[in-house]
């Protein structure tokens, strides 16, 4: 600790706003685990508190930070602003025809809307076809952080690059399309190509364990299973997984086994339905109440199930919130170790979000203390007019912004 204290002060400049902005975006590149990063927070807060207490005049750096913020914003709103690329010829048509299959979706003309995906679909595969010696992979995620989870595990060396089309969803519609018509088998080789394009799809995956029990295949859901908990990153979808397993299980009549599953979800989400479920079961077995946290884990263990989330997935998160946490970006680390802290309850995990909040904190205070001593300034009338101008011009520019991007949400 005490090395790390000496090396931020020997980069210090004596500038009070600089010195801030430098122990706010100051961690190490080499910062690999949340260990250090936790670390280097603590001697942050150290040097940071040691400034506090120096009573630093230079009160015009809050003003510049300000001014720094402003442009910044007018940045972001003239990038709104910016116009996305002319679509192609071809995307144009693509988008003509998913236009026309929604068409007939809404109408229920099932027939008609099979035929149209069927067009669709090698138009818009054409358009990304993966080849694995481009060193490329073209995927559909449903959010940024998917991707980059899917990026940290399962993509290696090879750089993950955006579908323009969500094909996993196209795919996942395909298939709903042919189970209508009692198609099973075609709409299982339809959620396979979804899971292809996006290897995280949790509709593709939970689709596929509805088909399996259909046919009572229940090996096969269960193989299925573990591959959804595999992909599974939130409390709520690995809960959901143990729901799944006790559903199975009760099918089974094995109570015990589906109790033990219901207590682990009980124990990651709160759920009045699971709470209620398991009053049910401890009705029908009074020694149910009874069961230890060790009897839950072996049931888990005698069972094949995982407990908590993939290794992986955990290892792959805690090094996103590290890169968050280095990139100053703490609101986005500190969403990321909620999500670990809630199923894992390491206490690290805790410590590192609270050592977040106080270095938010320190930051919230410096400014505010130097709001107070900052001494008014005089301003001219014609100051005061070019001002005004300033923010109705921003207020329009933001206005045309939102309009904009509520009109392409509605397309």
Known sequence: MEEKIKLIKENLKGNYEEDVSFLNSLYDEENAVIEDAKATIEAINIVLEELNNEKVENVESVGKAEEAEQVEDSKQ????????????????????????????????????????IEKIIPRVEKLTQNNEDDGILYCSFKSEFEKVLFEKIFAGEKQVIATPYANDTIYIIYADLLLKKKRRSAAMDALDRAIYWNFLSRDARERKLQIYYDRKAIVKYLE?????????????????????????????????????????????????????IMSKLEEIDPTLKDMTNEQVLKLAEDNEVVVGANSNIINAQRSLATEFIQNGMLEQAKVVLENDYSITRNPEIANVYNQILVLQESQKDVVEEEKKEEKPKKTTASKKKTTTKKTNSTTKKTTSAAKKTTTKSKK
């Open 224 to 276: 299925n299973l573990k591959k959804l908990q595999m992909i599974s990153y939130t409390p709520e979808d690995i809960a959901d997984c143990y729901n799944k397993y006790a559903f199975i299980f009760n099918d089974l009549k094995d109570t015990k086994s589906a109790y033990a599953m219901y207590r682990l979800s009980y124990d990651l989400i709160e759920d009045e339905n699971v709470k209620d």
């Open 77 to 116: 709103q003239e990038d709104l602003q910016t116009e996305q690329p002319e679509r192609t010829a071809e995307e144009v048509e693509i988008d003509g025809m998913i236009d026309e299959l929604l068409g007939h979706i809404d109408q229920e003309s099932d027939d008609q809307a099979i035929d149209s």
